[in-house]
């Protein structure tokens, strides 16, 4: 009979940032991109360059008409906030975003209700940034000179 192995302990692993003190912040960015036809919401680590995780209002509603609601972004929101907490991350810094460009400079409906539900989940909120693409001098707007006739 062959000589019986002997089973190596599995080391249990830490998700999220291995070696925080007491009492101590752990920072990540919240990148919301709310246009009015979803809300985004991604989560990296303070480099931007690690996605924790990435959920959209259309992940959590059937209808389409509703992606951008507020109540699709406020489900995806505290599904964010869920995760984060698991990793093991207290704080955020928030970086919020429009379509720009030649689109509309202001947020879709979904922004104010996905930052609302990420406060009232218990995460700590640093800096909001508005990243919204604004440009020095844009490419023709869409409709031509005279605008839209309806």
Do not use: W
Request: overall charge positive; some cysteine.
């Amino acid at each position: 009979m062959a000589p019986k192995k002997e089973r190596a302990e599995k080391e249990v692993i830490k998700l999220g940032p291995q070696n925080v003190r007491e009492g101590e912040e752990v920072f990540a960015v919240a990148h919301i991109y709310a246009s009015f036809n979803d809300t985004f919401i991604h989560v990296t680590d303070l480099s931007g360059r690690e996605t924790l995780v990435r959920v959209t209002g259309g992940m959590k509603v059937k209808a389409d008409r509703d992606e951008s609601s507020p109540y699709a972004a406020m489900l995806a929101a505290q599904d964010v906030a869920a995760r984060c907490k698991e990793l093991g991350i207290t704080a955020i810094h928030i970086k919020l975003r429009a379509t720009g460009g030649n689109g509309t400079t202001n947020p879709g409906p979904g922004a104010q209700a996905a930052l609302r539900a990420l406060a009232r989940a218990g995460l700590k909120i640093g800096r909001i940034e508005d990243v919204t693409p604004i440009p020095t001098d844009s490419t023709r707007k869409p409709q031509g000179r005279r605008g839209r006739r309806l």
